[in-house]
């Protein structure tokens, strides 16, 4: 007699995985700290778990976009700074890239009670910018900068008489004592951190585009191609391949896939980028201070 043979299914022909899209930049700062744990950017517990919650009923009040997680400014009598930034997205008009409103920087020291960050622009940012040091933790603090004044013109010398004896030289004018101005504390921090954002921006080359309003929108068929290469990451100059040497460093795991830039112009600063997830993010914890000996650590 004939065996039955057993019915055998064959599976229908499989179709082409959809890529992946692009995540929105990580709003949760426990992710990417964990993602930015190797490079020793870390937090405590409850820190942690207090910026957990505080960003995003921050968000809610300010009804932003994202209020995103910026990075830790170290100061002087440990009481460092949380800084954070409300996000409401950005466009392009006539090749000008333009902040919508929204856009602002805030600042913690208890993860909890986040105060605005005023701007700062015109003389007193170059005023701010003459600083170079540590914060000291005291939000009420005030810098003092020092400008030094013109000096007078010299007298001119007295006419000379026939006959007479001549006259001593003139005494050289005395110099003026010095212009002080005062810079607060948050003004300094404020202009610290544009000097960071205008150097260390970056995002994978490719994954951020333009809609037609001209705002800026995540590439829904973004994929990268070179995750291991500095030019497939792109700065405010250009790709990072093309930035001054010395001044970038890339580490990339290829069993986890994911990618980890670090800037050496401003120590402290890192981004990632995740192959798995398809999202990015960038911290910064440091002092602020910007390596002007970067020539001498190539």
Not at 71 to 95: E, M, P
Not at 184 to 189: A, D
């Amino acid at each position: 007699c004939l065996q039955k043979c057993p019915r055998v299914r064959v599976p229908p022909p499989s179709s082409p995985r959809p890529p992946k899209m692009p995540a929105a930049l990580n709003q949760n700062p426990l992710l990417t700290l964990d993602a930015l744990a190797p490079c020793g950017v870390v937090l405590p517990t409850e820190v942690s778990a207090c910026l957990d919650v505080s960003l995003n009923l921050k968000a809610r009040e300010l009804g932003v976009a994202g209020f995103l997680f910026w990075g830790r400014l170290s100061t002087l009598s440990g009481k460092d700074y949380y800084v954070a930034r409300a996000y409401n997205g950005t466009r392009r008009i006539d090749g000008k890239v333009l902040v919508n409103p929204g856009n602002k920087f805030y600042f913690s020291q208890d993860a909890v009670n986040w105060l605005d960050l005023e701007p700062v622009t015109g003389p007193q940012a170059k005023k701010a910018r003459k600083l170079d040091g540590w914060l000291t933790g005291d939000a009420s603090h005030q810098f003092i900068v020092y400008e030094e004044q013109p000096a007078p013109p010299p007298a001119p010398p007295p006419p000379v008489v026939e006959g007479a004896e001549p006259l001593p030289p003139p005494e050289p004018p005395v110099a003026p004592p010095p212009l002080e101005f005062p810079v607060s504390e948050l003004e300094y921090m404020m202009c610290t951190i544009n000097d960071i954002n205008a150097v260390t921006a970056c995002a994978p080359v490719g994954m951020y585009t333009t809609d037609a309003a001209g705002n800026y929108v995540q590439n829904p068929l973004f994929t990268m191609k070179f995750p291991d290469q500095l030019s497939s990451y792109a700065g405010p100059d250009g790709h990072l391949g093309a930035a001054m040497p010395g001044s970038w460093g890339l580490v990339h795991d290829s069993f986890k896939q994911v990618t980890t830039l670090r800037s050496f112009l401003y120590p402290g600063f890192f981004a990632y980028y995740s192959a798995v997830s398809n999202t990015v993010g960038n911290l910064y914890f440091g002092t602020g201070i910007k390596n002007k000996d970067i020539a001498f650590t190539v």
